[in-house]
């Protein structure tokens, strides 16, 4: 949601910058835009439209030369997606830029304000009227002290930052202040990279991670003053603050195509090194789960007496899976919420109720603030999360990474199968804590969890019918998708892939749901996808998706099954069955939502879509 750039160092900002946009486009791509300060003169160019415009426009222009220098991406939250919308937004001087991710809350009662003392807005956002507050700022400072003085842009923004209310990152540049780029956050990211004779600010480590793998968290309500050669954090009153400095453990070649057409195919393809390494590690002397940071007494962890999983979107629906395991594996009650839906239904959260907030950025803002509410009830919250040092695992008592490097395509992916595999863990962990499962069954678990990686590789090396089968569908208006107990999720999951990549209505149903409405929606030739469980596990189960594929087919569907290698009971009702290994059940989603997630990368590309950046989304959303 908005992806931001800071520079400050030796070389020509717009080229660090600009590349570090390009790494963060998958946050929003609705317009993008650069400032500079060159010699104590602010430049700044701007296009609606993707990152490409921006380029454009400026080979068009001629470069933009200073060391000095902030970007950003959009996604369009207050105004629409046009030129003057664009960040970044200058002040009345033209001297300062600011950049923002977020949502400032009284924005209008200050926009008034500004306007009744004669600043002049030029755009719709909320964004611009923070450029005239620093403004006012630095002209009040100015008057004090003479011209501005170093550190004086620094200074104005925790003035500013002390009268917004709501969710900001915040990035500025002053021609007053040259040398300087200054940052603050409030509930939305924003990290510090620290090379030599040059440092930088960005949403996310991947914009800098091409030049340096040493980050620095910036907490809460915090401003970072980044020059060339120093980097001054101090809290919002201007007290000093603590960082915590941490290596990345990833580089650049992680956050590339690496001859792949898309990032998500990429990313499809990466999952069985993805689950080895969410599973490398984890499980220590006597079977012991080992997290990543542990904030949470063992004796609390048994008296768990209810288990809720807050998420959104496809980690919602890895939670969805989870809750069959935990329930299965732990016999412990476990409610499954969507993070948005949460604490407005007032949940019934005790101090023995142990919260699972399932996020791959971390900085979700329905599931950061279902974690917030969860505490402050007291209940204790365990992050599964994806991204090193992000908000949600930065206020959980308990993380676990799931460890599948940066996922830069917006349809989550390998952060679904690793999200899975850390509910595995928790839930198997749980277990034995509890003593609902014996040491050497979770180590059988734990065994049929090691050869996952393998069984995933047999899946992508099968997949070419999948793509003919997408191309062949591309046409389709609708599809359905149907399961059955953790093949329900799946279908979910295909579903909203298909929506989000291909723009298709595409709707996911528990199978013996249909009969009692949407079944109406099956016509003649109408592609109707069945996760169908294994035959080898609970029989019944098998034979009722038996029934419910001839209900669609006596309706005129085109049966596309996914069953598991050598299931001949529902070989004569497929008209195209797509075969994945043999696994155990609770395991299955691992290997079915592999053709799903295939099948709509494939289909999206056949229809020339684009598959990275599907319309109107935003990997990270760090908006409620
Ligand atoms: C769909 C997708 C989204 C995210 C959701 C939660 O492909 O990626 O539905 O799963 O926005 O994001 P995180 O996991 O970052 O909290």
Redesign the pocket.
């Known amino acids: 949601m908005c992806g931001i750039v800071g520079y400050a160092g030796h070389r020509q900002a717009v080229g660090v910058v600009l590349e570090g946009l390009g790494r963060l486009e998958y946050r929003g791509y609705d317009s993008a835009g650069v400032a500079v300060v060159d010699r104590g003169q602010l430049k700044s160019r701007k296009r609606a439209g993707k990152l490409l415009n921006l380029v454009e426009a400026l080979e068009r222009g001629g470069p933009l030369a200073g060391r000095v220098g902030v970007g950003h991406t959009r996604w369009a939250t207050h105004g629409a997606p046009t030129d003057p919308n664009a960040h970044p937004h200058v002040d009345c001087t033209g001297q300062l830029a600011v950049v923002h991710n977020g949502i400032i809350e009284n924005f209008a009662t200050l926009r008034a304000e500004a306007l009744a003392s004669g600043h002049e807005l030029s755009s719709e956002t909320d964004t611009e009227v923070v450029a005239h507050l620093l403004e006012s700022e630095m002209a009040a400072m100015a008057g004090v002290d003479g011209p501005a003085r170093p550190g004086a842009l620094a200074e104005a923004m925790r003035r500013v930052c002390r009268r917004l209310q709501g969710a900001f990152t915040l990035v500025a540049v002053d021609g007053r202040d040259p040398g300087a780029v200054v940052g603050a956050r409030r509930n939305s990211p924003l990290v510090i990279g620290r090379g030599q004779g040059e440092n930088f600010l960005a949403s996310d480590v991947a914009a800098f991670i091409a030049y340096t793998p040493h980050a620095l968290e910036l907490g809460q309500d915090q401003v970072a003053e980044v020059r060339a050669d120093q980097v001054r954090v101090t809290d919002f009153d201007g007290s000093p603050a603590q960082v915590r400095e941490y290596l990345v453990d990833w580089d650049i070649s992680a956050a590339e195509k690496a001859g792949y057409q898309y990032f998500m195919s990429k990313e499809i393809a990466e999952q069985p090194r993805a689950i080895a390494d969410t599973l490398l590690g984890r499980v220590g002397p006597g079977g012991k789960l080992v997290l990543d940071e542990m904030r949470l007494p063992e004796d609390e962890l048994r008296e768990v007496d209810k288990i809720i999983i807050a998420?959104?979107?496809?980690?919602?629906?890895a939670g969805m899976i989870a809750k069959y395991a935990i329930e299965h594996w732990c016999r412990i009650p476990c409610e499954v919420e969507l993070?948005s839906e949460f604490r407005y239904r007032d949940p019934i959260l005790t101090r023995t109720t142990l919260v699972i907030a399932?996020?791959?950025?971390?900085?979700?803002m329905?599931?950061l603030m279902a974690v917030r509410h969860a505490r402050d009830q007291k209940s204790r919250v365990l992050a599964i999360?994806?991204?090193n040092g992000s908000s949600?695992p930065r206020e959980s008592d308990a993380v676990l990474y799931t460890r599948a490097g940066p996922?830069v395509a917006?349809?989550?992916?390998k952060?679904?199968l690793t999200?899975l595999v850390g509910c595995y863990l928790v839930a198997l962990y749980l277990a034995q804590l509890q003593g609902t499962k014996f040491g050497d069954e979770v180590g059988s678990v734990i065994d049929q969890l090691m050869r996952m990686p393998a069984a995933v590789d047999r899946v992508l090396d099968s997949m070419d019918q999948v793509r003919e089968l997408a191309r062949e569908l591309a046409g389709e208006r609708c599809v359905l998708f149907l399961g059955r107990h953790v093949g329900y999720p799946v279908a979910l999951?295909g579903a909203?892939?298909l929506k989000?990549l291909a723009y298709m209505q595409a709707e996911g149903f528990a199978a013996g749901e249909l009969k009692h409405g949407p079944i109406a929606l099956v016509e003649a030739g109408l592609p109707v996808v069945v996760v169908v469980p294994s035959p080898e596990g609970r029989a019944v189960l098998h034979d009722k998706i038996v029934s419910n594929i001839q209900e669609v087919r006596a309706r005129g569907a085109r049966v596309i099954v996914v069953a598991e290698e050598g299931d001949t009971r529902v070989r004569p009702y497929a008209d195209t069955l797509i075969e994945v290994p043999q696994v155990p059940t609770l395991l299955q989603p691992l290997v079915t939502a592999v053709p799903l997630q295939v099948f709509a990368c494939a289909l999206a590309s056949a229809k020339g879509l684009d598959v990275d950046q599907p319309r109107n989304?935003a990997?990270?959303?760090t908006v409620e």
């Open positions: 998420a959104c979107g496809t980690a919602y629906h993070a399932i996020s791959q950025s971390g900085e979700t329905d599931t999360c994806n991204v949600i996922e917006v349809a989550s992916t952060a679904f999200q999951e909203l892939k989000e989304l990997k990270s959303v």
